[in-house]
């Protein structure tokens, strides 16, 4: 193989990195930058060495990268909710342990090799380059983490374009990731960042000639922006999750779990519980146990309050309140004039299926409730609410038929049965963590070999030795 000059002139960069100590590390190593395009330049320069870099190497700056996580979880956290007022310390802290130590390394990287009388046949995922992110400010430095970590260990290096809302955070961890790989021996600017990211900026990388792969986390505008710029793009955007609870459930575990689940981090995850469909039967018992379980529930005046509060009219579609996503329920349920203490986590209400709050996508803790009259009429009525996302949806029941039906019937990314929805990200089940999850182009749960490119490579007849 030949190397060519300027991967030469990299390799060269990177062994005098080697000798310099980590104290001599300059702010501009530390990937953010004020110019989107010298941003590009210098995780382009990055993914030179990264290549020549052995699969052993890019691990042990990944093993940083989840030791600086995991020591910094707190500090994290709370810039977090500092900068976004949204969401919780004590569930981002676990949400920042969660991606250090269950995101897949390169491990997920995998060949497939056929060999027979023809010879050997390989196919090998390989990088894309440099791949353009933009990341959201409701899992903001978890997503920055995670997708790092995925796309490093498949060999690329990123331009990340945070949430303007969440650009503090954010760029705190791109300077974790950096430093990770300094300490390793790795090149500066593994990951890149913008100081004060925009739109426009993003919009930039969308077009830049040099980014090989667009991955976008985040809301309905930016994720259609993302997936219309003509590049190969990965779009994790909105869902509005059912969990729908049948007759045969464990009702009272279904009441723990759904207000586990819908709560933790203040309903922020994409894949929480957003809705619940429960056959009439059981329904009033669920909401019993809900009660004991940190739920406080609101009578029709009040609904009609809280939709004033949190959703606003915009050109005549009803659209959520930025001043409500993510906080706390008792502040929620003080600024209706109801005293509540911390104790309260979820509001919860009855609605029929057509009530605003149960339609929008709320990523709040709080929960409507439709009553259906068995569990075909709520599978159907999930269905619909789920608004064809096919993110995720959720369901209690012992019925192996409803659950595969609803699964079939469904058809999203995730479908978690008789648990809290954060079971879907390892957190109390089993399989690997993932803040990025592509329901709209299918990748589903990405990981690093999502951000590969599939090359074959053949040798005709030899290496069988058959
Ligand atoms: N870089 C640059 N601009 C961004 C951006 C990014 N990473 N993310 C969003 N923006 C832009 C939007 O395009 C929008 O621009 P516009 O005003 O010109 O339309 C603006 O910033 C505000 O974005 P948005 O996030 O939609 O509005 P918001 O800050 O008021 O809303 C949320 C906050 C939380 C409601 C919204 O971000 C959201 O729905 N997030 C869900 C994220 C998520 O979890 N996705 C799925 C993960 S699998």
């Excluded at 983490?145 to 796309?151: E, K, P, T």
């Excluded at 945070?162 to 790795?186: C, D, I, M, Q, T």
């Excluded at 609101?298 to 050109?315: G, Q, R």
């Excluded at 569990?375 to 029941?397: C, F, P, T, W, Y």
Aim: proline residues 4%; hydrophobic residues 40%; charged residues 25%.
């Amino acid at each position: 193989m030949t190397i060519r000059n300027e991967d030469i002139e990299a390799i060269v960069k990177q062994v005098l990195i080697n000798l310099k100590s980590s104290k001599q590390i300059k702010n501009e190593e530390l990937g953010i930058f004020n110019d989107v395009n010298d941003a590009v330049n210098a995780a382009k320069e990055s993914q030179r060495i990264l290549r020549y870099m052995s699969i052993d190497q890019r691990e042990r700056i990944i093993n940083k990268i989840r030791e600086k996580t995991i020591e910094n979880a707190k500090l994290l956290a709370q810039m977090g909710v500092n900068e976004t007022g949204m969401g919780r310390v004590d569930h981002k802290i676990i949400k920042h342990e969660l991606v250090a130590k269950k995101t897949p390394g390169t491990e997920d990287i995998k060949t497939i090799a056929w060999s027979g009388d023809n010879g050997l046949t390989l196919v090998e995922m390989g990088p894309f380059g440099v791949i353009g992110a933009i990341t959201p400010s409701t899992n903001p430095s978890e997503t920055v983490i995670c997708n790092s970590i995925g796309m490093i260990a498949s060999g690329n290096t990123i331009v990340f374009n945070p949430h303007p809302g969440a650009s503090k955070v954010s760029n705190y961890a791109v300077r974790l990731v950096n430093e990770a790989s300094l300490e390793e021996g790795g090149p500066p600017n593994l990951a890149v960042s913008i100081d004060k990211p925009t739109i426009e900026m993003a919009n930039i990388l969308f077009k830049h000639p040099d980014i090989s792969l667009l991955v976008a986390t985040g809301g309905p505008g930016v994720v259609t922006a993302c997936l219309s710029s003509g590049k190969r793009a990965i779009g994790a955007g909105a869902g509005n999750p059912p969990v729908v609870v049948d007759e045969t459930a464990d009702i009272k575990k279904a009441a723990k779990d759904i207000i586990d689940g819908a709560t933790f981090d203040n309903n922020l995850p994409c894949i929480a519980e957003k809705e619940v469909i429960a056959v009439d039967e059981i329904a009033d018992e669920l909401i019993y146990y809900m009660i004991k379980n940190g739920a406080y529930k609101i009578e029709k005046d009040m609904v009609d309050k809280l939709t004033e509060l949190v959703l606003e009219k915009k050109n005549g579609e009803y659209v959520i309140s930025r001043n409500w996503v993510g906080r706390d329920a008792y502040k929620i349920l003080k600024a209706l004039g109801i005293d509540a203490d911390e104790s309260i986590r979820c509001i919860i209400f009855e609605a029929n299926e057509e009530h605003p709050l149960v339609e929008e996508e709320l990523m709040m803790p709080i929960l409507g409730i439709v009553r259906a009259s068995n569990v075909d009429d709520a599978i159907k009525i999930a269905i619909r609410l789920e608004h064809g996302n096919r993110h995720s949806a959720h369901m209690h029941s012992k019925n192996v038929d409803n659950l595969t039906r609803f699964g079939r019937e469904i058809d999203t990314a995730i479908f978690v049965k008789n648990a809290p929805s954060y079971a879907a990200l390892g957190f109390g089940g089993e399989g690997y963590c993932t803040f990025t999850i592509a329901s709209r182009t299918g990748e589903g749960l990405t990981s690093a070999k999502t951000f590969t490119k599939i090359r074959r490579c053949v040798l005709a007849d030899g290496f069988s030795i058959r």
